[in-house]
């Protein structure tokens, strides 16, 4: 063992942060040739990630997950983090990789860090032998030590045979799936101590690869599970949090509270944010690190999740009154069947919060659809299996399926009557009422739909709005957007949600029945009175 390597035993932690002070400078902007001095935040996070070791004196974390807002330096930290593990590693024949979701990105990423290390002769000669960089190809070459840094993208064909000691995830958000990131995560296998890091933003589906690797960082960092290889740390602002205060702010982005940040640009991204509904989108993905919706987001995620108690036992269920909404899809689309079952008089909930509902929702969707997204598709079949969807055969839906559940559920529940789209079911509606089956047209219009969009808000908010936490219908909560015409009528828009919405569509138009049916008895019956 030389002597160098046992200096990095007793200390990496320091090591590290001495490799970013005095090999590494900044290279764009005010700060550009300027010593890398990692700012509080950077230092605590080299310290932890490259400090720890196991008992056998190798580094101790494998993976390390870091998601923060924009422009908290977490650029300049990966292209560092690249030139530490090609350069400082102790590993003869490193194999260093930057990887990131297309080829302007992984662009960017190496001439950061190209331009590091042509601003240090000490990283540009190792060992009296020139390093060698190649532009075009976007790799690094160390002939003393046999060891290279090759920049990847998602995009572009890439080598299943690699053997990586390190790389780095950039945005894992926008990699449209797993694969590259799988690749280097398994040819990691052979090395003594590998180190993966994930560097990402907060992205705007709940869905896919990022948010898995989210929701596992958060369940170490919440004590839920336990995986002493995996370092977590996330910097998001509560979602309960007011996001104009300052203190919201100041909670999740720590070059802010090291001064690097100003608050006077995040006062004016907060006024332009409290104005234009895709500004605060914005505002609370970039600024603030919250995971939302692309479009004009439409359900409060908070209220939406407060209401997914248990639902009734479908003996409990059964002859209930209940309205029905169909939402049909026909081939990347999903088919949803909604039954709204309101409350019972004598139901201790109504005492509580007022009168509300149950919510029941069936989903389907073609195999072919499935099969076509890549990113989505393992999370489909997670619900599949688990009852939340079904996936039918075929490239097409179905819709004899969807017929002969409704009239299933007839059977079952007293059912009241059923909303349709009339452009896109008439002939199945007319099936369905010759079999007794009670049908209504809705129009997707802004005036049909405003009211029950408006009561789905209130009853969330009141907590009287029971799905049961449906965690497909969740999913599509959080993807819902709405469009807004000139009076302020609202109602689902398709073209500008983030992702699949048709189970809250069909829900709406269910809730859209319950109010105009619920609510003509109570007419007619003051009436007569009168």
């Not at 000691?165 to 296998?189: C, K, Q």
């Not at 919405?501 to 003051?526: C, H, K, N, T, W």
């Amino acid at each position: 063992m030389t002597a160098t390597s046992t200096k990095q035993k007793a200390d990496p932690g320091q090591r590290a942060v001495n490799f970013f002070r005095y090999r590494l400078h900044h290279v764009k902007g005010m700060y550009a040739k300027a010593p890398f001095v990692p700012t509080a935040w950077q230092e605590q996070w080299l310290r932890e990630v490259f400090g720890a070791l196991r008992p056998d004196g190798m580094r101790q974390y494998r993976t390390a997950y870091l998601e923060i807002p924009k422009k908290n330096g977490k650029t300049t930290l990966i292209a560092g983090v690249l030139a530490k593990m090609l350069y400082d590693d102790g590993e003869f024949g490193a194999e260093v990789y930057s990887a990131a979701a297309t080829r302007e990105q992984a662009g960017m990423t190496y001439q950061i860090l190209a331009s590091m290390v042509r601003q240090c002769p000490r990283l540009l000669k190792v060992d009296g032998r020139p390093v060698k960089l190649y532009d075009r190809d976007k790799r690094i070459y160390i002939p003393s030590t046999e060891s290279f840094f090759q920049a990847l993208s998602a995009d572009a064909d890439y080598n299943d045979g690699i053997n990586p000691s390190a790389a780095v995830i950039d945005e894992l958000h926008r990699h449209r799936n797993g694969d590259l990131l799988a690749v280097i995560d398994e040819g990691m296998g052979t090395r003594s101590q590998p180190l993966l890091c994930v560097i990402t933003t907060a992205g705007g589906v709940r869905v896919g690869v990022c948010w898995d690797w989210h929701e596992s960082a958060r369940k170490i960092i919440e004590g839920i599970e336990v995986d002493s290889s995996f370092h977590a740390t996330i910097y998001a602002a509560d979602e309960k949090a007011d996001i104009m205060k300052e203190k919201t702010w100041l909670s999740c982005n720590p070059a802010l509270r090291d001064g690097i940040l100003k608050l006077e640009d995040f006062r004016q991204a907060a006024r332009k944010a409290a104005s234009m509904p895709t500004a605060e989108l914005n505002f609370r993905r970039l600024r603030l690190n919250q995971w939302v919706a692309h479009g004009r987001k439409w359900l409060n995620r908070v209220h939406w999740n407060q209401c997914g108690g248990l639902m009734p036992r479908d003996d409990e269920l059964l002859g209930r009154v209940c309205y029905g909404g169909i939402d049909l899809g026909e081939t990347d689309d999903l088919s949803a069947w909604a039954k709204l079952f309101p409350w019972q008089a004598d139901d201790p909930r109504v005492e509580t919060f007022g009168a509300g509902y149950d919510l029941l929702v069936d989903l389907w969707m073609p195999e072919a659809a499935v099969q076509k997204r890549r990113q989505l598709a393992p999370q489909l079949r997670r619900w599949a299996k688990a009852g939340f969807i079904h996936i039918v055969s075929g490239d097409s839906m179905d819709h004899e399926i969807v017929y002969a559940k409704v009239i299933e559920d007839a059977d079952r529940y007293d059912i009241q009557d059923v909303g349709y789209d009339p452009w896109k079911m008439k002939q199945l509606a007319m099936r369905l009422e010759e079999q007794g089956v009670p049908m209504t047209p809705v129009r997707m219009s802004p005036q049909t739909m405003s009211e029950p969009c408006k009561e789905l808000e209130l009853l969330l908010a009141k907590k009287r709005f029971n799905h049961g936490g449906n965690p497909a219908l969740r999913w599509m909560a959080d993807n819902a957007a709405v469009k807004v015409d000139p009076s302020g009528n609202i109602r689902p828009d398709k073209s500008t949600s983030a992702e699949k919405i048709d189970g809250i569509v069909a829900s709406v138009i269910a809730l859209e029945r319950a109010m105009r049916v619920e609510v003509q008895p109570e007419i007619a019956f003051y009436s007569f009175a009168d």
